[in-house]
């Protein structure tokens, strides 16, 4: 084909396939058959293939993903991502209204909608382009899934007709439907992987996933509701709404407009029942004032608008009785009772087990073998016992006697001074517990080694290839390949063999190979030291620079370090005092992972704070506190969390607290304000 006649041919096919795409997966009104869909998207790959330069950057074949997404950039929110105030009852919407009312008058109108339960998303559009997706993050900073975002086909990659703003973002949620749910989890089952405990949890878990065609494979879906910012050329939240819908975005049909506290009501209990029809889960309905000047003059409290509430649907119950209790171990060795329940249906499902959480609960339920007991379903797996019904109690029913050893490996538990779960100890050998260890190891956040998963984890395990983390690195091919696991597939109930391919095991050795480019932080989170989560790990490496110097730190020195208390400080020192720990943490060195801080990561500004240490305390007039710690980092000072002699500034805002005066006071720290502080660097 001559060049004018491919660039014509890629216009009219792209064209052609996003109106299919939004009848199919907007409007659900598919005009052709999915075969001819399939030919026309194949014929424009082709084109673009031999045309790569002629290919259109909002090309529908980006739905089809292939982008790879190392790691996820961090972006800053253009409008903060609020949450909204949360009701349980109908009295509090009342009081919602009420508290309009007084501002605003009687003359409000709402719109009800559905509360999606997904993952909230803020998507761009520049010209008519999609061209950013970020996550909620932390609601001021959120990840940036836009490759990821692009195979979801609901969500257009260009918008349809016109009067959309030049450059604009529009928030919405995205879900996975229950069919997909169920089918992405039976095929886990199957991979021997974990299967996922909600749609919320797999939509979330599939936006994160490196490779944007397995996301393209999820069929995740995305549902508007709310477009930020005051530049809008409409009136209210309605016609917020209508424009978007008329320009390809998914809207969801059941918004509708409410006067009266009566037809809100109507919306939440029509819907706290028809929720069950839908084809994907919504855990509330949301309640907005539609007039946005209304909105305007209502604002926001520092985490929510004042002009939107939402209200959550109870968790369902069920009575049903308890046959047994088991005990679980998990990855810190905690045990957790479950019981065994008669099969109930609950929420859409059939509920066998649920969770007691530990002794203390099983004593003040006094719950008993033999009981009616009631159980509720949260947003988790595994459902909670919420009472026990006394009535019915029968003559002969047993009470739950705690277990004294652990089920897996037979050592005593313990439970220290506080506490209400039970440990076992024998953290180096009981089964869960070097398996769950090996799971964090590999988790996202941590190695991210994710051609691992649970359940090939459990076969290198069950096949004595590794004990511990520093195991994953001695890994080869001829060890791996045909590797075989049996198991049970919940479909048929018949037993399936899987093993080992070549492609299998290429991935897995990829994957640890490419993790030891992981920095000193998240090394050190992999190792599961007891509190030391994220936060602390960084910390930790920042401030001591090395793995030796950590293991050679004292008490004194290590609750020092900002956010570092007690209880940290002392599990740390119990870590590194364990021979076998300083073992895996050589073995690992020996590997090649990372046990060195590279302070060429963090910028550096200046070099006017080398030497000096801060505590930073109290609320600033102009900045918050992370920011200056922030600051005094760049300029090369340190930021350390309780005042010592060692301490050069105590950077002091307003409502410190007086003891961190005291002790400055007495140990001679000098006490400087937030302007004293910026002509220090200035
Ligand atoms: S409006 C400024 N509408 O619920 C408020 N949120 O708990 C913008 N959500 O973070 C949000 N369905 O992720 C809005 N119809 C809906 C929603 C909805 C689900 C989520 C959203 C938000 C969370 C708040």
Request: hydrophobic share 35%; proline share 4%.
């Amino acid at each position: 084909m001559d060049r004018s006649l491919a660039k014509e041919r890629i216009s009219a096919l792209s064209e052609e396939i996003r109106r299919h795409n939004h009848n199919y997966y907007v409007l659900s009104k598919p005009e052709i058959s999915d075969f001819q869909f399939d030919m026309l998207l194949e014929e424009l790959i082709r084109l673009e293939k031999d045309f790569p330069d002629l290919a259109e950057p909002d090309s529908p074949t980006q739905h089809v993903g292939g982008g790879i997404t190392k790691e996820f950039k961090q972006v800053e929110h253009r409008y903060p991502m609020l949450s909204l105030g949360n009701t349980y009852s109908e009295a509090e919407i009342g009081d919602f209204e009420d508290r309009i009312h007084k501002i605003i008058g009687d003359d409000v109108e709402y719109v009800c909608e559905l509360k999606f339960d997904g993952v909230a998303i803020g998507v761009t559009y520049r010209n008519g382009i999609l061209v950013q997706a970020v996550t909620r993050g932390d609601g001021v900073r959120g990840d940036d899934v836009t490759t990821n975002v692009k195979t979801i086909r609901s969500i257009p990659l260009k918008l349809h007709g016109s009067g959309f703003p030049e450059e604009f973002e529009i928030r919405g949620e995205i879900i996975l439907p229950h069919a997909s749910f169920e089918k992405m989890n039976e095929q886990r089952i199957e991979d021997g992987d974990e299967p996922f405990a909600n749609p919320r949890n797999a939509a979330s878990g599939s936006l994160k996933m490196q490779d944007s065609a397995e996301v393209s494979k999820r069929n995740l879906d995305g549902f508007f509701y709310y477009l930020p910012g005051n530049n809008l050329p409409f009136k209210t939240h309605y016609e917020c709404l209508t424009a978007a819908k008329s320009w390809g975005f998914k809207i969801s049909e059941y918004a509708v407009r409410c006067k009266t506290s009566e037809e809100i009501f109507d919306y939440l209990n029509t819907w706290n029942v028809a929720r069950h029809d839908l084809s994907f889960d919504i855990d509330g309905i949301v309640i907005k004032v539609n007039d946005l000047r209304q909105q305007e003059i209502l604002g926001y409290t520092a985490k929510s608008p004042r002009w939107a509430i939402s209200y959550k649907f109870k968790a369902e119950q069920a009575a049903t009785k308890l046959l047994s209790v088991v005990y679980q171990v998990g990855r810190t060795g905690a045990i957790t009772p479950v019981a065994n329940l008669r099969p109930v249906q609950l929420a859409g499902t059939v509920v066998k087990r649920a969770s007691l959480h530990n002794a203390d609960i099983i004593a003040t339920l006094d719950v008993r073998i033999g009981d009616t007991v009631y159980v509720e379903k949260g947003g988790e797996i595994i459902p909670k016992i919420l009472g026990v019904d006394l009535e019915h109690r029968p003559a002969d029913a047993s009470p739950v006697g705690f277990i004294s050893s652990c089920p897996e490996c037979g050592t005593a538990l313990i439970r220290t001074e506080g506490e209400s779960a039970w440990y076992c100890p024998n953290e180096n050998n009981c089964p869960p517990q070097i398996k769950g260890k090996l799971e964090h190891f590999i988790s996202r956040k941590a190695m991210n080694i994710d051609s691992l998963g649970e359940g090939k984890i459990e076969m290198l395990f069950d096949n004595g290839l590794v004990h511990n983390c520093a195991d994953l690195y001695d890994l080869t091919y001829d060890r791996l390949i045909g590797l075989e696991k049996t198991f049970n597939s919940p479909e048929d109930k018949k037993e399936r063999k899987i093993s080992f391919r070549e492609k299998t095991v290429t991935n897995i050795l990829n994957g640890i190979e490419e993790s030891k480019k992981a920095g000193f932080d998240r090394v050190l989170y992999a190792l599961g030291i007891r509190y030391v989560g994220e936060t602390v790990a960084r910390k930790l490496a920042a401030h001591f620079m090395s793995v030796e110097k950590l293991a050679a730190a004292d008490f004194t020195s290590l609750t020092e370090v900002e956010e570092i208390g007690d209880k940290i400080a002392r599990s740390i020192l119990d870590w590194f005092a364990v021979p076998k720990n300083l073992e895996i943490v050589e073995r690992l060195k020996i590997s090649g992972l990372i046990f060195s801080h590279d302070e060429s990561l963090v910028i550096r500004l200046s070099s006017k704070l080398e030497g000096l240490t801060f505590v930073v305390s109290g609320v600033f007039a102009n900045f918050s506190r992370d920011q200056l710690k922030k600051t005094i980092e760049e300029h090369g000072g340190k930021n350390i969390g309780s005042v010592s002699s060692k301490t050069s500034y105590l950077l002091a805002g307003d409502n410190m607290g007086p003891e961190k005066r005291r002790k400055a006071e007495k140990l001679g720290v000098t006490i400087i304000s937030e302007s004293a502080f910026l002509s220090l660097i200035q």
